[in-house]
């Protein structure tokens, strides 16, 4: 069973304001280069999973479609809870999320076919990024979101590839 977003936005406030918390508590260690890049490219492909499934669970009109929808928002409301405490804690500003316009006026015909095709595009673009950042980065916290979310990104990329051939 999925949570209700209001209890997602709940979890997700007590995250960041755990993570606020540490970060007025501790000393921020300076970023490399590739964790500062992998944070900010991180935050606007979680911001992207969020708005748009956020979309898909009212416009779908396949049930399936739905489900992965709702299971990756609340997957990836976390993770953008997380990203933003660690952001924060490091002193990395990220850009605002993209209110992803262009999928308010898609027929729901083509809703279900484009929004799935949109998930595996957007997932195995990220999938390298995130295993490099899992395998090389140097900042523990960075290291351990990627660690911690790399698997749920590979399960939610085979579940919406399992779901693209159910739409054929």
């Known amino acids: 069973?999925?949570?209700p977003r209001s209890y997602l936005w709940t979890q997700a406030a007590r995250v960041v304001g755990l993570f606020c918390l540490?970060?007025?508590t501790t000393v921020a260690a300076p970023l490399k280069d590739w964790d500062r890049a992998f944070?900010?490219?991180?935050t606007k492909f979680v911001g992207g999973q969020v708005t748009i499934s956020d979309i898909a669970i009212g416009r779908a009109s396949n049930p399936q479609v739905k489900?992965?929808?709702k299971a990756i928002l609340s997957d990836y409301s976390t993770a953008q809870?997380?990203?933003?405490?660690?952001?924060?804690s490091k002193g990395v500003k990220t850009p605002p999320r993209d209110p992803q316009i262009k999928w308010t006026k898609k027929t729901p015909r083509d809703f279900d076919r484009d929004y799935v095709a949109?998930?595996?595009?957007?997932q195995k673009e990220f999938l390298p990024i995130i295993a490099k950042e899992a395998k090389d980065g140097r900042d523990?916290?960075?290291?351990?979101?990627?660690?911690?979310y790399l698997p749920l990104l590979q399960a939610n990329l085979d579940r919406a590839r399992a779901l693209?051939?159910?739409?054929k």
């Open 22 to 24: 540490i970060a007025a």
């Open 140 to 148: 523990g916290n960075v290291v351990t979101f990627a660690r911690q």
């Open 118 to 122: 949109q998930m595996i595009s957007d």
């Open 1 to 3: 069973m999925i949570a």
């Open 67 to 69: 489900e992965l929808a």
């Open 81 to 88: 809870a997380i990203l933003a405490g660690i952001a924060a």
């Open 164 to 167: 693209e051939k159910n739409l």
């Open 39 to 42: 944070i900010l490219q991180a």
